[in-house]
């Protein structure tokens, strides 16, 4: 059997020098993933577009499968930057301008660099970065659900763990399968109207 690549980064950069460093080799890894594909990828390449020698980059990662482990983590903490805001913002709505807002930035959120986020969805499995995926995941269905809980009188008589998961898992699919399938050629009309009807789905399961 082939041993796994390793996939966390050799040292943590703490001086500002450092973190730039890693910044511009992870942004090259990124930009090199979308224009060529993984395959194409090499250490040499990511040193090259990121204007840093080969010997630092080996400071700091061991091999590419390691950098594009950091940039999956980067895009994810992007995400989940945006819906975390989302969930405080909607904390005291009514549920169907709550759910609209969710939908709407879900949606949003995977529409960040789509290109990119084509890319990993392909990648993560193999760089072992699917724990931190489901962290993500938990998180948001425990902000959901506390969301829900504290709307209750608005839902009908439902289990709140089935409602959680069955709204969220519905909206992440759409919002994955809206990036998976040529977000970048919907126009606002489409993304609008995409909106409406899953805001018109959930908020009709909920009550």
Do not use: W
């Amino acid at each position: 059997m082939a041993r796994k690549p390793p996939t966390n980064p050799r040292k943590n950069a703490s001086q500002a020098r450092s973190r730039a460093t890693v910044d511009a080799l992870v942004e090259a890894t990124a930009r090199i993933l979308v224009r060529e594909g993984f395959e194409k990828t090499s250490t040499n390449r990511i040193a090259e577009i990121a204007g840093v020698s080969v010997g630092s980059l080996y400071q700091y990662f061991p091999g590419k499968e390691a950098l594009v482990a950091a940039v999956i983590d980067r895009h994810n903490h992007e995400i989940m930057q945006v819906v975390r805001a989302a969930l405080t913002e909607v904390a005291d709505l009514p549920i169907d301008k709550a759910v609209r807002r969710l939908v709407t930035v879900a949606i949003e959120a995977h529409r960040i660099d789509p290109k990119l986020h084509r890319v990993l969805a392909e990648q993560t499995p193999r760089t072992g970065q699917l724990a931190d995926v489901e962290a993500f995941n938990r998180e948001v269905h425990t902000l959901v659900r506390a969301y829900f809980e504290s709307r209750r009188k608005e839902m009908r008589k439902i289990d709140i763990d089935i409602a959680t998961f069955i709204c969220v898992s519905a909206i992440e699919a759409i919002a994955h399968n809206t990036v998976l399938n040529q977000a970048e050629m919907l126009s606002d009309k489409m993304v609008r109207t995409l909106v409406d009807e899953t805001t018109r789905m959930v908020v009709g399961y909920l009550r």
